[in-house]
């Protein structure tokens, strides 16, 4: 293999654009060859530096526009004259503080760098170490503080009510049960340290990552939050057997903010390079659709959304729901804390569209992470 085409591999493979089998064979070559692991890690490590030193810009931008918008006298009088003033200060001045915080952590790891925080077996190096580990748990209170303030806040505005936990957004999932077991894509919540979903009505759930098959590109989620109710019993069930080229399909998301439908039709047994493990499809689907269901017209579940094909627009695909069922057979017993029982019924068959949405948006979540 010539250095070039090794480059353009190891940036796929480090992107998370190969498939199933092409990663697998990856994976093995890369056992295989021990140089080939070492021109891996030197690659990544490139690449943080370049994305460390971009957001280093970005933040420094960022910062230097908060300090010519902050009052800071009208923040001092507000914090000395109502007895409220924390709620205020948050309710006004939340993301500024959020980009300080960040900006602080960038700075303690920017200058333990700079100093030669990375030579290995000296002291700068276990200092490194521990600072990183305290910036790491700080990360995750602070995540945890807002979460619970923005809940507190929510009681101003519509009962019951909760304000989405203001994590990093990923992409989709959707419920297998209706006690808090959701299946999403593994890249959407790949490294993450905390994972939230949001449903329809806004409400913000704690989850935690149960199981993962990186290669079929596959988590499972279990909402592990006091404050979520049962979802009632799931509307669609998996279709088990091969779904036929050009059958009409859909799927409903979070590309963005707002839930949304695509639909389209199977272009292909086949997803990308010649995968049989996914379809190929004519659905429109964004970055956030990651992790959604793919359905045919009666309802039935026949695939999740996995990915789209950035060379042709419109061009998506969907790793098949027999896939899907052999990794939830995978599952360990000893994960499960509750049943994990799969809907046999379909609620959907005979419904048009508009009604088949109206009952669907319910078990579809917005994932959001924080790394």
Known sequence: MSDYRLLEQIDRY??????????????????????IDSQISEHRNFLGALKHYSERLDLETRLNAIHEEIDVHTLEEEMMVKPSWIISLWRHHHSKISVAASIAIFAVLTTLLITGGFKKHDTAYVELKKEIAKVRISTVLLNEQSHNIKKQLSSTGKSGSVVAN??????????????????????VVKDADSVYVQNVDGDSFHAKVIYTEPAQDIAFLQINDAS???????????????????????????????????????????????????????????PGNSGGPLLDNKGNLIGIISGKQTS???????????????????????????PLNLNTRNGLAGLNRPQQIKKLRNYIFMVKVYN
């Open 312 to 338: 042709y627009e419109g061009i998506s695909f969907a790793k098949k729901s027999s896939y899907l069922l052999k990794a939830i057979q995978n599952i360990p017993s000893d994960s499960l804390v509750k």
């Open 228 to 286: 979520f109710k049962s979802l009632g019993a799931v509307p669609y069930n998996f279709k088990r057997a091969k779904s036929d080229l050009g059958e009409e399909v859909f799927t409903v998301g979070y590309p963005a903010d707002a839930i949304a439908f695509s639909e389209g039709a199977l272009t292909s047994p086949a997803g990308f390079n010649g995968d049989s493990s996914s379809y190929e499809l004519s659905v429109l689907a964004r």
């Open 166 to 187: 203001p994590g990093k957004f990923s992409g989709t999932g959707f419920a297998l049960t209706a006690n808090g077991y959701l299946v999403t894509n593994y890249h």
């Open 14 to 35: 480090i992107n998370g654009e190969m498939s199933g089998e092409e990663l697998a064979a990856f994976e093995q070559l890369r056992k295989d060859n021990p140089a």
